[in-house]
Every structure is written in structure tokens, then in C-alpha cells.
């Protein structure tokens, strides 16, 4: 009895000296980043001084991960393997907490989930907006679009599921989900109670994701309709688009005609991806050649371990 | 009620037992039926060659686990070295040089550390001691990787360490101790020359079951190892060991890549197999 007391005794002074302890290192960390958002970034350092002699601490996601496939594909260095010295995070929260509490970090990460307390850079002299990726200035960032044969717009269950992708039902979705939104005053969805039959949409893994989700949300609304979304990739979605095997295909890739001579398409939304470091980097541009170079596995000699590579 | 019933009841009632006696060994031939029935044609499909080579590449179809084997090994290695000198040295302070009244409080206190979730440890990991090493110790700013996994696992198998050692010292008889002070030696003597050496295939026992708790855990290594899948060359350096390997991709891999964790799987499942047949020989040479 006495012992189990005094253990549980100590426990809590345990407890409360580690808490203390860790209370008061932790605040350091969470608030410099605070105090120094993008408005001090331009030319006044007023964040404690930056060693450029610092290692790049290169972040990425894991093999699999949509955002590192969708990034390596844009910077041009697809089905490239991750340099050496990276270090890999499973999910958003872990780069976002990484790029928060490495000084020397940098990472990449779906501009939705992007929080203040870190910094996106301008890539090319362009900021990651929503606007920028909108109007296709900001490169890192691509259409997600369907594929599809006029034709099966004269049935009417495809056709309001293509009206439904671009009401503001589906657009509240886009934007929740982190994706950018490019259709402006969206109307809300008609619901039509006599709808009944089923469509089948396939293709590319980047935007299947998504895509369930606008189709449950449309079942949700017109219960007699089913949608059945599967994978297979791009080249899957334009080629069950043409052939007719699917109503709508999905691509992650500007529009190639000459993959679907029969089609046409519609922009579903847009994938933007910011390069993230800490808010104590003085850097705030980076061109995509050197981004290249940074995530390049072959880079070799010419490769960039050391901030002072990256800030002149 | 009459005979029949009871002796009916009687059977219905050893049956249920049984069934869950056989239920343990059911889902363990299922497991290992799933690893080897899923593992071993991709094994041999992919080659040998490639799948213990050095290069893990899903989109050129190389899956290559030897840089994880080693990764996992040198963690393993390195956090028992950590963990068992302070666990036994811990166990023998707890076993004649700590106050009595403290004893009983502080191997409570030391069993506590083996009912936190490993995610805590993790958690741990990465705020503290992944940032402290990256930016105290590490000379090459990385605080990711064997040393950081390492320490987190040292104070994981702390308890483990510290309960079965000490068992085991209290285990000797007390006339070894009381003999050894009878000729002339110290209390440090008689205990670190003839107490420690009399318990030494129950201390034997309690590394190799660190071993088992380091080779498998995943959920603490995978948050401070950094992932990358390289041969290990420092301590201070991103890799990635089999755990983190199939618990980074599970989720998100399909088709050749997912077999590939399963068949990662198979080489850890071997690994922990030959850790706990070698427990299971140690108990019966020290009985």
C-alpha cells in the first residue's frame, strides 16, 4: 500500500519536472517561427542569423505517396529514385513538423496543407498561390481533368455528374481537400429526383482519390445513381475514355489529343506544390533547375548539400 | 441434473477450452503461412541477388532489402550495448548498492517505462533528442538516424533489462554471495566476480529479449531513423530499417512493391525466430 503510493508520488513529480522542463524549452521553437511570416522576409534579417554553412536537411515523402509522384514528375525526375541523404516522412503532419523544427530543412508538400509557420518559396520568382496556380504561372503545379466523348453528355445521369464537378458542392471539396479550385462563381447542384442509372470513371491514381469523394458526395445527393471510380493511371483514363469503356477518364497531365482522338476534356481542379523550409531561412526563391539538382539522385559532383548552394 | 447432461456439458466446455488453446496457434500458422506463401515466390522470382542487394528502387523493379538487414542489425547492436550496460549495472545497483527503501520504488518506476506506447517513445525521439543531436552532437547537422533510433530503443529495453537481470542475480544462491565474503572479498567483489558470472545465462536471457524488442519495434525507430534506403555509413545518417521499411510503404504500395514488404517481412520473421529459439535454448541450459 505505502509503496504503491509513494511510487505514484514520485511518478507525479516526475511527470511534473518533465513537464516543466520541456515547457519551458518547447516555446523557443513554436514562437520564433510566429513572429516572422513572409511580411520580414524581403531584405530586413531581423531572424537570428542563418548559418549557411548548414547541411540541406532534404525532406520527402514516402514511395507511393501522390504528392512525391506528382513532385518528382513536375521538377522532371520521374521514377528517379531519392538521393542518399534524405529523410523520409509518412504523411503531412511529419514534413510539415519536420520543415517547423529543422532549421536547415526543406520539403515539399500539397499547397492545401501548407500552414503559416513555415515558408513557402517563390519558385522561379513566383509565389505558390492559389491565383499563381490558377492562372498556370506558379510550375509547380498541374490540371487534374477528365476525359471524355461529347457524347455521352446526351445521357442525362453523365451529364449531371458533370455539372455536379463543377458546382460549389464539389468545389467546397476541392478546397477542403487541399486542391485548387479554378472554376469561380460556382452554382449550387439542381438535384433532378427522377435520376437513375450508373457511371463508370477510371484512370489516373493522383486524381482517383479526390474523385471518390466527389462521387460519394453526388450519390449523396442522388441516391439512385452509383459511380464507380477506379484506378489504372493517365494512360488507362484516356484510353477507356476513347474506347468507351469508361464515361469519364482521368488524367494528371496537361491534355494530349492525339492519346484520345475521340475526347475532349474539363480541367477538374488544379495540384499545386509548395517547397517548404523553416521560417528562420533567409531564402525565399528557388529556381526548379536547382530543385532539380537537390532531389536528382544522379546529381553527382554537381550536387547541393550546403545552404550557401542555394543562398547568394 | 442428470449424468449425461453434466458429462455433455463436461465436453462442450473442454472443447471451448481447447479451441482456444488452438486459437493462439492458429493465427501463428496463419501468419507465417501468409509470409513465406507470399514471400518466398517473390523472392525467388525477383532473384536473390536482387533481393539482398543494396539498391531499393521500386520504379526500376530493385528490391534490394541487404542496406535494411544491416540498418536494423547496427540499431539492434547499438541500442543493446546502450541499454544493457546501464540495465545490468542498473539491476546490480537495485540488487545490493541501492538503499533498500528505494528498491522496490524504483523498479516500479523502471516498469512504468515498459507500459508507455512506443509511439510516445517516438514522439519523444523526434522532439528532443533528433533536434538536441542534430544540433549539439551531430557534425554533420543530421540528428536522424542510428544513433537517434538507438537511443530511444536503449531506454525502450531498459525494463526488460533491469526486471530479468535482477531476477536473475536474486536467483543465485545467497551462500555464493556470503561464501565469497567468508574468503576475503569485498561486496563489490563477491558481487561482480562470482554473483554476476553465476547469473550470467539469465542476463544472457534478458539481452537476447532486448534483441527481440529492438529487431521488431517499429513505430518508435520509424519516426527517428529518417527512411532513406541506404547502406549505413554513420550514425549520423538517414536510413531505414526492415520495420520502417514495411510499415513506410504498407499503406501506400500495391502490386510487386506491396510483396516486397511481405517478403521483407519474411527476413525479419526469420531474424525474430532465431532470437526467440535462442531465448528458448538459454532457458533450458540454465534449468
Same mark, same amino acid.
Given at each position: 500500500m505505502t509503496n504503491s503510493f509513494k511510487t505514484i508520488i514520485i511518478t507525479l513529480v516526475t511527470a511534473f519536472l518533465f513537464v516543466a522542463c520541456t515547457g519551458n524549452a518547447a516555446p523557443p521553437v513554436v514562437t520564433t517561427p510566429v513572429t516572422t511570416p513572409?511580411? %520580414?522576409? $524581403?531584405?530586413? $534579417? %531581423?531572424? $537570428?542569423?542563418?548559418? %549557411?554553412?548548414?547541411?540541406?536537411?532534404l525532406t520527402a515523402r514516402e514511395d507511393g505517396s501522390g504528392t512525391k509522384t506528382a513532385f518528382m514528375e513536375i521538377i522532371g525526375l520521374k521514377g528517379k529514385a531519392d538521393p542518399a541523404n534524405i529523410v523520409i516522412q509518412t504523411g503531412t503532419a511529419g514534413v510539415l513538423s519536420e520543415v517547423r523544427s529543422n532549421p536547415g530543412a526543406i520539403a515539399y508538400e500539397s499547397l492545401g496543407y501548407v500552414t503559416s509557420d513555415v515558408k513557402a518559396l517563390k519558385v522561379n520568382g513566383v509565389a505558390a498561390t492559389v491565383a499563381n496556380i490558377k492562372d498556370g504561372l506558379y510550375k509547380i503545379s498541374r490540371p487534374l481533368s477528365i476525359v471524355y466523348n461529347?457524347?455521352?453528355?446526351?445521357?442525362q445521369v453523365n451529364a449531371a455528374f458533370f455539372a455536379f464537378l463543377e458546382s460549389s458542392e464539389a468545389q467546397k471539396i476541392i478546397s477542403d481537400k487541399g486542391y485548387v479550385s479554378i472554376v469561380d462563381n460556382s452554382k449550387a447542384y439542381t438535384i433532378d429526383g427522377s435520376l437513375a442509372g450508373s457511371i463508370d470513371v477510371s484512370g489516373s491514381t493522383s486524381l482517383q482519390p479526390l474523385m471518390i469523394l466527389l462521387a460519394d458526395a453526388f450519390e449523396e445527393l442522388q441516391p439512385k445513381v452509383t459511380i464507380n471510380v477506379s484506378g489504372g493511371g493517365s494512360g488507362t483514363g484516356y484510353k477507356n475514355a476513347d474506347e468507351g469503356v469508361s464515361e469519364f477518364g482521368m488524367i494528371s497531365e496537361e491534355f494530349a489529343? *492525339?492519346?484520345?482522338?475521340s475526347c475532349t476534356h474539363q480541367i477538374v481542379c488544379k495540384d499545386g506544390i509548395a517547397v517548404i523550409v523553416n521560417?528562420?531561412?533567409?531564402?525565399d526563391n528557388i529556381t526548379l533547375e536547382d530543385l532539380k539538382t537537390l532531389y536528382n *539522385? *544522379?546529381?553527382?559532383?554537381?550536387?547541393? %548539400?550546403?545552404w550557401s548552394g542555394l543562398i547568394k | 441434473m442428470n449424468y449425461k447432461a453434466i458429462r455433455a456439458r463436461d465436453a462442450a466446455m473442454r472443447g471451448i477450452f481447447l479451441f482456444c488453446a488452438i486459437f493462439a496457434i492458429f493465427a501463428l500458422g496463419c501468419i507465417t503461412v501468409f509470409l513465406f506463401a507470399e514471400g518466398l515466390p517473390f523472392i525467388s522470382r525477383v532473384g536473390l541477388t536482387n533481393f539482398f542487394g543494396t539498391r531499393w528502387h521500386l520504379s526500376s523493379a530493385s528490391y534490394g532489402i541487404l542496406s535494411m538487414i544491416v540498418a536494423s542489425l547496427y540499431v539492434t547492436a547499438l541500442s543493446c550495448a546502450i541499454g544493457v550496460t546501464i540495465g545490468v549495472l542498473t539491476a546490480l545497483s537495485l540488487f545490493k548498492f541501492c538503499p533498500r527503501r528505494l528498491v522496490a520504488t524504483i523498479r516500479q518506476l523502471i516498469n512504468l517505462l515498459?507500459?508507455?506506447?512506443s509511439v510516445i517513445y517516438g514522439l519523444f525521439g523526434i522532439t528532443i533528442i533528433v533536434p538536441f543531436l542534430r544540433d549539439y552532437i551531430s557534425p554533420v547537422g543530421i540528428g536522424y538516424g542510428i544513433l537517434a533510433a538507438s537511443l530511444v530503443l536503449a531506454v525502450m529495453i531498459l525494463p526488460t533489462v533491469v526486471s530479468i537481470s535482477l531476477d536473475a542475480l536474486n536467483a543465485v544462491p545467497k551462500n555464493y554471495y556470503e561464501g565469497a565474503l567468508a574468503l576475503g572479498a569485498t561486496s563489490e567483489q563477491g558481487v561482480f566476480k562470482v554473483v554476476l558470472p553465476a547469473a550470467k545465462s539469465g542476463i544472457f536471457a534478458a539481452v537476447v529479449l532486448a534483441m527481440g524488442r529492438a529487431i521488431g519495434e517499429t513505430m518508435a525507430v520509424i519516426m527517428v531513423?529518417?527512411?532513406?534506403p541506404v547502406m549505413p555509413r554513420s550514425v549520423f545518417q538517414s536510413v531505414r530499417t526492415m520495420t520502417a521499411n514495411i510499415a513506410m510503404g504498407a499503406t501506400e504500395l500495391s502490386g510487386d512493391a506491396a510483396t516486397a514488404l511481405v517478403a521483407t517481412g519474411v527476413v525479419l520473421f526469420v531474424f525474430t525466430l532465431i532470437l526467440n529459439v535462442s531465448i528458448s535454448l538459454l532457458r533450458g541450459a540454465s534449468q
Open positions: 513572409a511580411t %520580414t522576409a $524581403p531584405t530586413t $534579417p %531581423t531572424a $537570428p542569423a542563418f548559418d %549557411t554553412s548548414r547541411s540541406i536537411s461529347e457524347d455521352v453528355l446526351d445521357d489529343l *492525339e492519346k484520345a482522338p521560417p528562420v531561412n533567409p531564402l *539522385e *544522379e546529381a553527382g559532383a554537381s550536387a547541393i %548539400t550546403k | 515498459a507500459g508507455i506506447p531513423i529518417g527512411g532513406s
